[in-house]
């Protein structure tokens, strides 16, 4: 090395180089990520179907191993519980499309109905529009309508390619769910066999405990999701309002995804009872939804959750942004039982000692 090149090395503090250092590795794992992430979006089909077969297996893995303490063999007891819960789902899916149809002509009866008390608001309310001025607003947007019909059925064609895609999608994520279920952790060891020898250990004993993590947080949710929905069933059973139980399982299925699609599901409710009943019932819903939400954050979540899956109320936040930033509904669905699964695999690394070995890989 030149004398010209050390003088160089030695100008520039120990701090800058430390730095230095650490952001070219940054950079050099962000853009590892970046490609992954690329290379996962090509088959995102498969992505996303593999990963929601395993959150299901999650779900459905204590039910199998509850037949098999019972001395059912596993195939027996993985294909039982794969038929009753894929029957419950079928059947709640047929339960909500039925009631939503049977009331569909009543709603539309009310939507026309608070159309019509918009429209006179508009003319005697505070805004003070003119019959002329409120007719032309209607003209403008059927006008703007009838000028995109060419996007529109541009959308439904779309619409019937993302259909086609999503019911592959659903097929493969059944089968998947069932090899899964099925499955004895040769899947698993499989991948292990991946890593280098020396640290297969380790990236099973962590694979065990992400497992755990995520069947905790996947049998919580549920819990959760459904004592919010239930809650909101009640309440809206007392107030009178129409399509209670579809409005109970969109609620349920948005308590899936936190803050955010609990969020999304209550302006749904909000805005069903604004049209079919009144302000001030639609405000009433609205302080029922923030007290549950408080409820469940406030005394259910500790504990329910409990330790399994402990992530302060700002990391939730961020990791629910991030992943629908990158991902969308479903970055947002998967985002805090991913960050969950990492923060219990990185406390339980640094919980033992740097010189103590990681326990035996399983075979």
Known sequence: MSPLHDRASDSVSWGFRVTAAWALRFLIVMAALYVLLIMLNAVSLVTITVIVAVMICALLQPGVELL???????????ILVFVLGMSALVGATWFVVQQVSASSSELGAQLLDAVAKIRN????????MSEHQVQQLIDDLTKTITDNRASLAQGVFATANSALLIVSGAVFCLFATLFLLTDDGGIWRWVVRLFPSEAQAKVAH???????????????????????????????????????????????????????????????????ALVTKSLVMALVMALALILT????????NPFILGKAVQIHP??????????????????????????????NVANDVHGRDMGEPAPDLPT
């Open 68 to 78: 098999m303490r019972n001395r059912v063999p596993r195939i027996p007891a993985a």
């Open 121 to 128: 608001w508009l003319v005697t309310g505070p805004p003070q």
């Open 206 to 272: 962590a694979g065990n405990v992400a497992w755990k993590t995520l069947i905790a947080y996947m049998r919580s949710t549920v819990l959760l999701a459904l004592i919010n929905a239930l809650t909101m069933v009640v309440i809206m059973l007392i107030a009178g309002m129409p399509l209670v139980v579809p409005l109970g399982v969109l609620l349920f299925l948005g308590s899936m995804i936190p803050l955010i699609g609990m969020l999304v599901a209550g302006v749904v409710v909000v805005l069903v």
């Open 293 to 300: 939400i408080q409820l469940e954050g406030n005394l259910l």
């Open 314 to 343: 700002l990391g939730i936040l961020m990791g629910v942004t991030a992943g629908t930033i990158v991902g969308g509904i479903f970055g947002a669905f998967i985002a805090v039982p991913l960050v969950a699964s990492l923060n």
